[in-house]
């Protein structure tokens, strides 16, 4: 047998272990933390724009020019507040997800809709534009740490109580 051959005999035994391992239906919550990546690179994309309008350059994170033009402070916040909590909405959502699958994977959905509608509205050039998205990205990271609570405490001599 060639080394080529064994290690492809490696892959197959790991990824068929790690499919004994996971719940049914992990793969939305896999789907979801891909999703999270299109949103970043949204924001992301919306920032290089908004450099190119604003005339910003690298590596300004903050605009004091343009007369005190808040806009491309905003658009830059709403990305940079996203990057700010995105580990633990990973954490959360990966964690969460080995027991509650489809809940998490909700969740995490409503999360990044949540952001979305936090950018839209922090775009527009008024701070308190955020504030639903903030709702709706509060209120799913708070369904996401029960969760994660609810299988860690499973590990552990002190059951979540549900």
């Not at 789907?31 to 994309?45: E, H, L, P, R, Y």
């Not at 806009?71 to 964690?95: D, K, V």
Request: proline letters at 5%.
């Amino acid at each position: 047998m060639n080394a080529k051959s064994n290690l492809k005999d490696i892959k197959m035994v790991a990824q068929s272990k790690l499919l004994e391992v996971l719940p049914e239906n992990y793969g939305y919550v896999i789907f979801t933390a891909v999703g999270s990546t299109f949103v970043n690179m949204w924001m992301a994309i919306n920032v290089g724009r908004a450099r190119k309008k604003y005339g910003v350059k690298y590596p300004i994170m903050y605009s004091s020019e343009n007369g005190g033009e808040n806009m491309f402070n905003c658009i830059q916040r709403a990305h940079q507040n996203t990057l700010e909590g995105y580990p633990s909405f990973l954490m959360l959502l990966l964690l969460g997800g080995l027991q509650y699958p489809r809940l998490s994977a909700g969740a995490g959905v409503v999360y990044l809709l949540g952001r979305i509608v936090y950018a839209r509205g922090y775009y527009t050039g008024d701070a308190q534009g955020r504030v639903p998205g903030a709702i709706l990205t509060s209120l799913s990271t708070l369904f996401m740490i029960d969760l994660g609570l609810a299988f860690g405490s499973q590990f552990t001599p002190y059951p979540f109580p549900y």
